[in-house]
């Protein structure tokens, strides 16, 4: 596990203009680790970790393309069932909130077959330690945890 710098950008979703950021980015020689892109109605909202933040930056800024830079964690996810799982009920048991999450295919070479998520927390320093503590987040026992809709 691991912590990055993440761009976000809100693009207006007509077509080409995801292509055309990504070729400029492309032109530049930055690579991505994860990306996801996600539609609300007019505008497209693109986040992605890049293997040379600065690099990508420099792009966007080039372009004219405004940017929120954000730090996430990337951790790998077993390929099992309930890995992605097992991780969310971790970081819940320490009351961490996850604001958003997305996989890539890119595990870092680590494990074969395992990919990576890209986690943003509302607290990057407890998150890591937490996720760091053992080794795994599936060794430590979980306490028990109410259902969210009990009454």
């Keep these: 596990m691991e ?9 207006v979703n007509k ?4 292509a055309d950021m990504l070729s400029m980015l492309n032109k530049e020689k930055v690579g991505f680790r994860a990306l996801a892109v996600m539609d609300s109605a007019d505008r497209g909202k693109v986040r992605f970790v890049p293997d ?3 690099a990508a930056a420099d792009v966007l800024r ?4 405004e940017f929120e830079r954000a730090d996430v964690l990337l ?6 069932p309930g890995g992605f799982r097992k991780i969310c009920e971790r970081l819940a048991s320490e009351h961490l909130n996850i604001d958003y999450a997305y996989c890539s295919f890119d595990s870092g070479g680590k494990v074969k077959g395992s990919a990576m998520a890209v986690i943003r927390v509302n607290n990057l320093a407890k998150a890591q330690r937490l996720l760091s503590e053992n080794g795994s987040a599936s060794r430590r026992k979980l306490p028990q945890r109410r259902p969210v809709h009990a009454r």
Excluded: F, H, M, W
Aim: no cysteine; aromatic share 0%.
């Design 62 to 65: 080039k372009a004219s393309i």
């Design 75 to 80: 951790v790998e996810v077993p390929n099992q």
């Design 15 to 18: 077509p080409g203009r995801l």
């Design 3 to 11: 912590t990055a710098k993440q761009l976000s950008v809100s693009l």
């Design 52 to 54: 040379d933040a600065k």
